[in-house]
């Protein structure tokens, strides 16, 4: 919920998030009987969501509003098959803009000068509706109107179970006019919406860093031919990498193919020939022969 006025800006927003894992189709009905108010309380939602073999995941810590400093932001986010789409208002006095997004791009704008807003689903809008028309009155201060919020947040709890009872709370009282609020505005939505596209194209080089490292991961060796001794100097053994292998770094660059020679080392120094294979067993790297260990300092995997 937001407040605009002539003297500063009210926001308040429940810190629950519910996560549906199931069948598509039980899931999209259990999703239509919380938002429509069929089901008001924790309890009957469990219970529902056990009928309908439909694992929640509700947390109770999220931070749906951000004050910084003169704007205050408020986010609900909407999760679609590809795209997650975000409806954000930020707010400060005598301003305010709806901005909605898909991605870190802007789709929609939409501007006011005082306001009311509330965003929500079906039921909470409703419940809230009816509780500021309840306890709302004219003429009264921004802490007044937190007060009401605070209010309107608890009926709006006890009502439904896709709010929670803890809240987050902000007021503040920036001097401007409308003119310069819009001015702000504009300002803090373009630096905003940057910082959102550099931790979309961050978190995405992270998936696709971890999609790869389990990749490479399936293909280190724990077992079968590695190679052939090429040459001993004192616990330093010289391998001749076999068809099929090749030896990768920490960072998966390539860095000997099979026919290469890479280096090994001995654990406890042993008798060996030229020739001797080297093999992994039992996860273990080491000589056939006599199962003397080795040890290296790089990945050994089957060749892409």
């Known amino acids: 919920m937001t407040y605009v006025g002539s003297k500063g800006c009210v926001m308040a927003a429940d810190k629950r998030s519910i996560g549906f894992l199931g069948d598509k189709t039980q899931r999209e009905l259990l999703e239509e009987e919380l938002y429509s108010g069929k089901i008001d309380s924790d309890e009957k939602l469990l219970q529902r ?73 079906k039921i909470t809008k409703e419940i809230a509706g009816k509780s500021l028309q309840k306890y709302f009155k004219s003429k009264i201060s921004l802490n007044d109107v937190g007060e009401i919020f605070q209010k309107v947040m608890e009926d709006v709890a006890k009502a439904t179970p896709s709010v929670s009872s803890e809240h987050d709370l ?18 803090t939505i373009i630096s905003d919406v940057k910082e959102l596209e550099k931790w979309r194209n961050k978190l995405k080089e992270d998936m696709l860093s971890q999609r790869r490292d389990i990749q490479m991961a399936s293909r280190i060796m724990t077992r079968g031919e590695v190679g052939r001794v090429k040459k001993v100097e004192g616990n330093e053994v010289e391998v001749i990498l076999s068809e099929g292998v090749e030896a990768l770094n920490m960072d998966w660059n390539v860095l000997a193919k099979p026919g290469d020679t890479i280096l090994m080392r001995m654990e406890t120094p042993s008798s060996l020939d030229l020739g001797d294979l080297v093999v992994i067993e039992d996860e273990n790297l080491c000589i056939k022969k006599n199962k003397s260990s080795l040890s290296c300092d790089i990945i050994l995997c089957k060749a892409d």
């Not at 409806?87 to 709806?98: E, F, L, S």
């Not at 789709?107 to 689903?121: L, T």
């Open 170 to 187: 902000f007021i503040i009282y920036p001097q401007m006019d409308h003119k310069q609020a819009m001015k702000l505005l504009r300002s």
């Open 49 to 121: 969501a056990g009928e309908l073999d439909i694992n929640l995941k509700i947390t109770d810590n999220g931070e749906k509003i951000r004050n910084l400093g003169k704007v205050l932001v408020g986010e609900v986010k909407i999760r679609a098959t590809h795209e997650t789409k975000r409806k954000r208002i930020y707010a400060t006095t005598n301003g305010y803009h709806q901005v909605e997004l898909t991605g870190s791009e802007i789709q929609n704008v939409k501007s006011g000068q005082s306001s009311m807003v509330i965003f929500g689903n």
